[in-house]
């Protein structure tokens, strides 16, 4: 009975690992590449540019979009002292939806990019949230698609829908990492959540993956294909694995 559960705790997680490269994929398209026939804006900002020099951008579906591109300083969501808001874009998230939703963007107070979503109701702006992220796509599907390591160790890739005024993210079982790095110390990874019992010790500079993370526990994959969990403190500004992004102010 137990060796039953084993084997089917394994392969749930094999699974989800191959759901995860295969999401993957899919954040990773250009939008050349995606299925809807997508423009793509970049966001030019002076301030973010030397911390971000790939670039930003917000990716949209032409056929429901009107660009705006402009500068703002009554943003709903702008703080006294932030730096000058960028209206993007006014949009429909998708065909079937009436609704019109402006889409602001704010460098933040800290190099934490924002993308600001607010609906418009023919008299005025109603806020529905915000969110981090250096890219911002809207594809048309009733979704928006966040990405970039804003407020996170590594580029985080996150599904939202808006509910009744309100931007809700759409869960997912563990985020796609997809960092094939290396190790800048000894790490011990374990064979669970509980990191209680050791699978694999990596000597320093151990070429590794990280698959997966869930919190502050990350998936990592061996030389010879092995799976083990490690727990890092993701508030530190030198992690034990390389390419790993500080996470803080």
Not at 29 to 35: G, L, N, T, V, Y
Not at 126 to 155: A, C, K, M, R, W
Not at 184 to 203: F, G, H, N, R, W
Request: with cysteine; charged share 15%.
């Amino acid at each position: 009975m137990r060796q039953s559960a084993f084997i089917a705790n394994a392969v749930q997680m094999v699974l989800t690992v191959m759901l995860l490269m295969l999401s993957a994929q899919l954040f990773g398209q250009s939008p050349s590449d995606a299925p809807l026939p997508l423009s793509q804006l970049q966001i030019h900002d002076e301030f973010l540019q030397p911390y971000f020099p790939d670039g930003l951008f917000i990716a949209f579906n032409p056929t429901l979009a009107t660009v705006l591109q402009h500068p703002i300083e009554d943003a709903t969501f702008r703080e006294p002292g932030d730096p000058l808001t960028t209206r993007l874009l006014e949009t429909r998230i998708a065909p079937h939806d009436d609704d019109r939703y402006v889409i602001d963007f704010s460098p933040g107070g800290s190099l934490d990019p924002t993308f600001l979503i607010s609906r418009d109701d023919g008299h005025a702006l109603q806020e529905i949230g915000q969110v981090f992220g250096l890219n911002l796509t809207i594809p048309g599907d009733g979704y928006l698609y966040v990405s970039g390591h804003t407020n996170t160790t590594f580029n985080q890739r996150r599904k939202f829908a808006i509910h009744e005024d309100t931007l809700i993210e759409i869960p997912q079982p563990l985020y796609y990492v997809g960092l094939e790095t290396h190790v800048k110390d000894i790490l011990v990874i374990y064979t669970d959540l509980s990191c209680v019992t050791p699978l694999a010790e990596l000597p320093q500079g151990t070429t590794i993956t990280v698959i997966a993370n869930t919190d502050n526990y990350y998936l990592i994959k061996t030389p010879n294909d092995l799976l083990g969990w490690v727990q890092l403190d993701v508030g530190q500004d030198d992690t034990l694995i390389e390419g790993l992004f500080y996470f803080g102010d």
